[in-house]
């Protein structure tokens, strides 16, 4: 359940636009494009913004969910970043807070807080390819897009709207994943992730992610406002809108602990 | 009721000082609509035998919180009106306090309510707050306890120690309600054996960590037991009812979860003296999920918790889960409406009752839910405590609206 993960992890892809030397593997091209996007997104140290996610149904129905989001970096090897995502809307489920401690390759540790009857429950992650909250995002689309969690192979290069972009298969190799593979287009210029294709258990096309509106942070930090992930085996998508994005607000490390959860608002 | 008349003025009071300052002022409200309806005659001559009982319920909430977050009030009262259970037609304050969040510390002041444990079917290690049992006789509505309760984070954990001073006594149905058992309860009979009675101030204090996949928590509390001890009285005009005792207790706990991939391994154990000789309780149980059953997206979750209790009923209050069997099923369906369903059933496995309940809940819209409630029970031993319960089968539809 994490968002920053998505934001981030979509901010992710590398490669020194640096003269490629020799004769280097398509596996090894791929894996340089996730190590520059993950190296120029080092350092944010902390994330807050706000979320709302609009669900449409394939009649073209639509309900809303208001999530506010903390995340913080880790870069303790093996671990992951900490987020925690507190829902505002819809009024039935106000207050529910998730709190997850990803891993690279091990399984999340997360803790769910249900504000009516002020209970923190420790709940299993091995659920990664379920849906987050009936939405077209699966769990593990939320979660930071370590570079670890993914075997890496460079395809082509192709334009991307304006843009020129890398086109990178990635295979995951965390446990439980829903996904044969993603295939990822970055764009040459900043290493963000402009678009995903994800494919099912059965490598049938499921899902296009299309992420837009992206900003700077200090300088430094892009993250896309607009991600739009549309299923295009049940015609049901997802609109995911951020905003008020603050960084290095100082967020203590303590606040994402499963004791504190139950004092969140 | 005068009290309470005060404390919400009291509370309006400040919350219109804290409009005026920096910060941000929340106000939210649920509005719930409820129908009872009890398939069978009573099993008492006395008690009602309306068969639909409806009530509606009121919980607002005012929250105002710091620029900085550090500090936060909250308000929540709380309203039913039921039209057949006087007792069940009641007021309380859930939640009256101020909280204020340092770096590796906090402290709320005022009422408030605490939840200890992790099991499904019972919650032994649970103690700070008085059970609302007009509410539901599952024992998941709490009211609200006046607390002093300052939280130090730590490297190890957190320590949490309470200071409670003023109890609240249980609620029980009245004298001709269904859900009462063969013989009423008259809360106007209570006794205690703190001297200061309901005055005495009661402490808790709990140490609660995480380390790889376990959850632990080891709590104490020294006071006035939640639980009383039901004494059949004879009044001056000759009625017989229950006189609710209540004793002070030592009670040490331990909750502990491991999570490994989809499996939950829950333990609750008490020890408890005040209540005849010290005696121990547990809980100890699975929750076994097995995610996206037949392909789609909804998720099937199986329990299964073991109850015992070694409490001598002769000195101790009557259980009903001295030595049962809980098995249940939870199905999430994930969908839009976040619809579920739970279905558990606990067996007594000494005299062999069964008692049954499915719960059930949908969202309408997006400020709408429906939920539904179903109890029932079977093969009822003619000496098991829940004898009396026998023929109040019930079925509740509630309806809630939020503002």
Redesign the interface.
């Known amino acids: 359940m994490m968002f920053k993960p998505l934001v981030l992890g979509l901010a992710l892809a590398a490669v020194l636009a640096v003269t490629p030397v020799l004769a280097e593997t398509p596996q090894e091209k791929g894996r340089t494009i996730a190590e520059e996007a993950d190296r120029r997104d080092l350092g944010w140290r902390d994330s807050e913004s706000q979320l709302k996610m609009v ?1 449409r ?1 394939s009649q073209g129905e639509t ?2 969910r208001e999530l506010r989001l903390q995340s913080l970096e880790v870069s303790l090897k093996g671990y992951g970043d900490k987020s925690l995502t507190v829902f505002d ?6 207050g529910t807070a998730f709190l997850s401690h990803t891993k690279i390759t091990e ?1 999340d ?1 997360q803790w769910l807080y249900l504000p009516a ?8 992650s ?2 990664k ?3 987050f ?2 939405s077209e995002f699966s769990y593990e689309d939320l979660v930071s897009n370590e570079v670890d969690r993914y075997a890496y192979t460079y395809l082509m290069d192709e334009p991307c709207g304006a843009l020129e972009c890398f086109v990178v298969e990635r295979i995951p190799v965390y446990e439980n994943s829903g996904y044969t593979r993603q295939v990822v287009w970055v764009d040459k210029q900043e290493y963000r992730i402009m678009k995903v294709n994800y494919y099912d258990r059965k490598n049938a096309l499921l899902k296009t992610l299309t992420l837009s509106g992206y900003r700077r942070y200090l300088d430094k930090y892009w993250r896309a406002h607009t991600l739009q992930m549309e299923n295009v085996q049940t015609g049901k998508s997802t609109l995911l809108e951020f905003s008020d994005y603050v960084f290095q607000s100082g967020i ?1 490390d ?1 606040l994402f ?4 959860l139950k ?1 969140v ?1 | 009721m005068r009290l309470f008349a005060r404390l919400f003025a009291a509370v309006i009071v400040l919350l219109d000082a804290a409009g005026a300052m920096a910060g941000e002022l929340d106000l939210s409200a649920v509005v719930a609509g409820e129908v009872r309806a009890f398939p069978h005659a009573p099993a008492f001559a006395d008690q009602d035998d309306a068969t639909l009982s409806p009530s509606l319920i009121f919980e607002p909430e005012a929250v105002w919180e710091s620029e900085s977050s550090a500090d936060r009030f909250t308000f929540q009262p709380f309203f039913h009106a039921d039209a057949d259970d006087s007792n069940r037609t009641h007021a309380d304050i859930r939640i009256a306090n101020w909280l204020h969040r340092g770096d590796d510390w906090d402290l709320i002041a005022g009422i408030g309510k605490v939840f200890w444990g992790v099991t499904e079917s019972r919650h032994l290690v649970d103690i700070v707050n008085q059970t609302d049992l007009v509410e539901n006789i599952d024992g998941e509505d709490k009211l609200g306890q006046p607390m002093i309760n300052l939280n130090r984070h730590t490297a190890i954990g957190t320590i949490g120690l309470f200071v409670l001073p003023g109890f609240r006594e249980r609620t029980f149905p009245d004298a001709r309600a269904r859900l009462r058992g063969p013989l009423s309860v008259d809360s106007d009979l209570a006794t205690y054996d703190a001297s200061a009675g309901r005055g005495h101030v009661d402490f808790a204090a709990r140490w609660g960590t995480n380390f790889g996949d376990w959850d632990v928590g080891l709590s104490h509390f020294y006071g006035t037991s939640r639980e009383p001890r039901l004494i059949r009285t004879t009044k001056a005009d000759g009625g017989v009812v229950l006189a609710p005792h209540y004793d002070l207790i030592q009670q040490t706990g331990l909750d502990l979860q491991n999570t490994t991939d989809a499996l939950l391994s829950k333990l609750e154990v008490v020890t408890r003296t005040g209540h005849g000789d010290r005696f121990v309780a547990y809980v100890a149980g699975i929750e076994y999920t097995l995610y996206q059953i037949f392909d789609g997206d909804s998720d099937l979750g199986l329990l299964a918790e073991h109850q015992y209790d070694g409490r001598d009923e002769s000195n101790a209050p009557a259980t009903l889960n001295n030595n049962d069997l809980f098995v249940g099923a939870r199905w999430t369906l994930n969908d839009t409406q976040d619809t579920s369903l739970l279905a558990g059933a606990v067996v007594d496995l000494e005299v062999g009752t069964q008692l049954f309940s499915i719960e059930a809940e949908r969202r309408i819209g997006d400020r709408m839910k429906l939920e539904l409630e179903g109890r029932f029970s079977a093969n009822v031993a003619s000496d098991d405590p829940a004898a009396g319960l026998r023929d109040d089968d019930s079925v509740t539809l509630r309806l809630s609206v939020y503002f």
């Open positions: 669900l149904n309900s809303t809307r819809p009024r039935d489920i106000e399984p540790d009857v002020k209970r923190v429950k420790r709940i299993s091995v659920n390819s379920g849906s909250v009936g203590s303590s602990t499963p004791q504190r004092r608002r």
